[in-house]
C-alpha cells in the first residue's frame, strides 16, 4: 500500500517562508505527478502547484512568483517551497501523488499565516 507523508508546516510572520516536503513509500514504479493542494476551513480545496513525470510544473495564479514545485524522483519526494507568505496562504496543505491512475493523499500539514 502507498503511504504519502507530508512534513515542514508551522506558524510563521508574514513575509517569512517555509518549505513543505512530501515522500511517497510503498510498492510502486513510478509517479504519474505530485500536486500540493491546500484547504480552509468551510472552503473547497485548491489545487496549488503541480509538476507532471515530464517535468511540467503548474500553479494557480495567487501564488505565482512566491511557491516552487520542486520533484526528487530518486527519493518519490516533491517539494514546495513557499516565499514571501501572506496571511491568505493559511491553510492546510495537501500532497497528492498519482501512481498508476489511482490517487494517494497525505494527512496534511498546517500552514499559518500570521499578520
Known amino acids: 500500500q502507498v503511504q504519502v507523508e507530508e512534513s515542514g508546516g508551522g506558524l510563521v510572520q508574514a513575509g517569512g517562508s517555509l518549505r513543505l516536503s512530501c515522500a511517497a513509500s510503498?510498492?510502486?514504479?513510478?509517479?504519474?505527478?505530485m500536486s500540493w493542494y491546500r484547504q480552509v476551513p468551510g472552503k473547497q480545496r485548491e489545487l496549488v502547484a503541480t509538476v507532471t513525470s515530464g517535468g511540467t510544473t503548474n500553479y494557480v495564479a495567487s501564488v505565482k512568483g512566491r511557491f516552487t514545485i520542486s520533484r526528487d524522483s530518486a527519493k518519490n519526494t516533491v517539494y514546495l517551497q513557499m516565499n514571501s507568505l501572506k496571511p491568505e496562504d493559511t491553510a492546510v496543505y495537501f500532497c497528492?501523488?498519482?501512481?498508476?491512475?489511482?490517487?494517494?493523499w497525505g494527512q496534511g500539514t498546517q500552514v499559518t499565516v500570521s499578520s
Open positions: 497528492h501523488v498519482v501512481i498508476a491512475g489511482f490517487d494517494y
Open positions: 510503498g510498492t510502486f514504479f513510478s509517479i504519474n505527478a
